[in-house]
């Protein structure tokens, strides 16, 4: 089993929809990060969360430490925010690094 | 505030060679961290290196290594390529361990 998942794997949508990326995770942490990645392959960080909710523009993301769970949620969703999101976590007392999600590819249709 | 930049942002190399990629961190980041994505394994964590130390190495064989300057500007370098050495090879840069992880446009590696 991966200490974390992601689901959905993929997701097809239209554009204006409410968007919820969820991704559990199974290891005490220090920190979750989201992440943003485009064709050709640039990761944007879009949010480091160690606890309650953090918003950007039309991006939320929320974490339940206890549940051990967190979502992304996109608001009027737009086709430019097809990318994948990918969910990482940072393990407490670990060596610094990074478990990282298998990522959700969203697309958005116009 | 110039990102972090990574260097060269495309290559292809020949099975048995060897190949040094560069990554320049955001200014003032100390923290240096090396990726590996391939299609089939999703992100692998390669090293991450602190005020020019090695603090962790994931699991790869040794002809992957690297190191950080005291300008925490870093480099990966692959020894005697292989073909399954393909990949994107992203670096993330940071403050500290435990700080907000800022990433690279990466270098596409083909080995052929």
């Known amino acids: 089993k991966n200490e974390v998942e992601q689901s959905p794997q993929n997701l097809t949508a239209q554009e204006g929809e409410f968007i919820t990326i969820n991704c559990s995770y199974s290891?005490?942490?220090?920190?979750l990060h989201w992440l943003q990645q485009h064709p050709g392959g640039g990761i944007v960080s879009l949010f480091m969360?160690?606890?309650?909710?953090k918003k950007h523009g039309r991006l939320i993301a929320t974490i339940n430490i206890q549940e051990k769970h967190s979502s992304l949620h996109i608001t009027a969703s737009h086709p430019r925010d097809s990318a994948v999101y990918i969910c990482?976590?940072?393990?407490?007392?670990?060596?610094?690094?990074?478990?990282w999600g298998a990522g959700t590819k969203l697309i958005i249709k116009p | 505030k110039a990102g972090v930049t990574q260097t060269p942002r495309y290559l292809i190399k020949t099975r048995g060679q060897q190949v040094t990629l560069s990554c320049s961190p955001i200014?003032?980041?100390?923290?240096v961290s090396w990726y590996q994505q391939t299609p089939g394994q999703g992100l692998q964590f390669l090293f991450e290196?602190?005020?020019?130390?090695?603090?962790n190495k994931g699991n790869f064989p040794g002809r992957f290594s690297g190191r950080q300057f005291s300008n925490s500007r870093s480099e990966m370098n692959v020894s005697t390529l292989e073909l399954g050495d393909s990949a994107l090879y992203l670096c993330?840069?940071?403050?500290?361990?435990?700080?907000?992880?800022?990433f690279g446009q990466g270098t596409r590696l083909t080995v052929v």
């Open positions: 290891v005490g942490i220090s920190a």
């Open positions: 200014s003032g980041h100390r923290s």
């Open positions: 993330a840069s940071s403050r500290g361990s435990y700080t907000e992880a800022f």
């Open positions: 990482a976590v940072r393990e407490k007392d670990s060596n610094y690094q990074l478990i």
């Open positions: 290196y602190f005020s020019e130390t090695q603090r």
């Open positions: 969360l160690s606890s309650g909710k």
